[in-house]
């Protein structure tokens, strides 16, 4: 549990450390500090800090996946697009069907911003639900680009295309979590649920340990 104190800081009192919205790190409290203040669970404190902080996180995070996906992994992208709206997180995908277009459904119905990488030369390619579409014309290429430019990804299902996006993704060093049965690859997270997963998402977005 995070305390939002009087001096409007982020401060985890069990470990005696306060965190800078403005730098993204923590630091030591004073030595015998009484913090008072209102109590955060993780998720809020993502929240609290992209809404009220005035330093929001503006990396985007990325939900990858396949064009082609069943009921309940479409179900699960769209609880993680909800999830990261939710936050005040910005979702980046690849702008398409399936996985793409679920998360980005969530992310709308509570109000969020998703960035959609197209492999198109053509806007109009994005879903319907993309609040930003980026027309790349790359192709498969752009895989990269959604991994490069996430703070960090979380693997819905998926085939080949998403094989390489999280590979990407641990390349670049970016945590990536997996739900509902995502391609094996080491060095992944797997998440049971879509909570668990946004946990996971919410100490990146804090710089806190899993």
Same mark, same amino acid.
């Given at each position: +549990? &995070?305390?939002?104190? $009087?001096? =409007?800081? &982020?401060?985890? %009192?069990?470990?005696?450390?306060?965190?800078?919205?403005?730098?993204?790190?923590? =630091?030591?409290?004073?030595?015998?500090?009484? #913090?008072?203040?209102?109590?955060?669970?993780?998720?809020?404190? #993502?929240?609290?800090? %992209?809404?009220?902080?005035?330093?929001?996180?503006?990396? @985007?995070?990325?939900?990858?996946? !396949?064009? %082609?996906?069943?009921?309940?992994?479409?179900?699960?992208?769209?609880? $993680?697009?909800?999830?990261?709206?939710?936050?005040?997180?910005?979702?980046?995908?690849?702008?398409?069907?399936?996985? $793409?277009?679920?998360?980005?459904?969530? /992310?709308? $119905?509570?109000?969020?911003?998703?960035?959609?990488?197209?492999?198109?030369?053509?806007?109009?390619?994005?879903? /319907?639900?993309?609040?930003?579409?980026?027309?790349?014309?790359?192709?498969?290429?752009?895989?990269?680009?959604?991994?490069?430019? /996430?703070?960090?990804?979380?693997?819905? !299902?998926?085939?080949? !295309?998403?094989?390489?996006?999280? /590979? *990407?993704?641990?390349?670049?060093?970016?945590?990536? *979590?997996?739900?509902?049965?995502?391609?094996?690859? @080491?060095? +992944?997270?797997?998440?049971?649920?879509?909570?668990?997963?946004?946990?996971?998402?919410?100490?990146?977005? &804090?710089?806190?340990?899993?």
């Amino acid at each position: +549990m &995070l305390l939002v104190d $009087m001096e =409007n800081r &982020l401060v985890d %009192q069990a470990a005696g450390r306060w965190y800078s919205p403005k730098t993204g790190l923590w =630091n030591p409290l004073e030595p015998m500090a009484t #913090v008072t203040g209102r109590s955060l669970g993780l998720l809020d404190a #993502v929240r609290w800090r %992209q809404l009220e902080s005035g330093c929001p996180c503006r990396v @985007p995070v990325a939900v990858i996946g !396949g064009r %082609q996906a069943e009921p309940h992994q479409l179900e699960v992208a769209e609880d $993680m697009g909800r999830f990261i709206g939710n936050m005040g997180l910005t979702l980046i995908c690849g702008g398409r069907e399936g996985i $793409m277009e679920a998360a980005c459904r969530g /992310a709308s $119905m509570v109000g969020g911003v998703s960035v959609g990488i197209l492999p198109d030369a053509d806007a109009s390619m994005a879903n /319907a639900y993309v609040t930003i579409p980026i027309a790349t014309g790359i192709g498969i290429a752009r895989n990269a680009l959604v991994a490069r430019s /996430a703070l960090c990804l979380i693997a819905v !299902g998926g085939g080949y !295309g998403t094989i390489s996006e999280i /590979a *990407f993704g641990l390349q670049f060093e970016k945590r990536v *979590f997996g739900l509902n049965d995502p391609p094996h690859v @080491p060095g +992944m997270t797997s998440c049971r649920t879509p909570g668990e997963a946004a946990e996971g998402v919410a100490r990146t977005a &804090l710089g806190l340990a899993l």
